[in-house]
Nanobody, 126 residues
Framework: VQLQASGGGVVQTGDSLTLSCVASGHSFSRYNEGWFRQAPGKEREFVAYISRGGGRTVYADSVKGRFAISRENTKKTVYLQMTDLKPEDTAVYYC????????????????????WGQGTLVTVSS
């Protein structure tokens, strides 16, 4: 599986943006997916998680109520809808796949994911 993230850009405070992550390869619907972000000078942090079937989602407290993760397995795509964006949301956003299906989620640590996309930059100006 390879991941291609897109949709980043420069927006203003309060704006909305939707990120997409398209997977290539087979068995996409078997995998748990997550979005993470990394701001300059900071460690990569968890943003959102979605289960294989899309029935369970988990969010970081900092984005709860503003961001929504979803997936379309037929399109092998995971989305991150971001609303009411704030300057502190500025970061490179990464999508990730957890290949192992032996245990149930949610999965919120970077070391729980095995495949990463290249990242897409979101800049929120004040």
């Amino acid at each position: 599986v390879q991941l291609q993230a897109s949709g980043g850009g420069v927006v203003q405070t309060g704006d909305s943006l939707t990120l997409s992550c398209v997977a290539s390869g087979h068995s996409f619907s078997r995998y748990n997916e997550g979005w993470f972000r990394q701001a300059p000078g900071k460690e990569r942090e968890f943003v959102a998680y979605i289960s294989r079937g899309g029935g369970r989602t988990v969010y970081a407290d900092s984005v709860k109520g503003r961001f929504a993760i979803s997936r379309e397995n037929t399109k092998k795509t995971v989305y991150l809808q971001m609303t009411d964006l704030k300057p502190e949301d500025t970061a490179v956003y990464y999508c990730a796949v957890r290949e192992s299906i032996l245990t149930a989620g949610p999965f919120t640590r970077t070391d729980e994911y095995t495949i990463w996309g290249q990242g897409t930059l979101v800049t929120v100006s004040s």
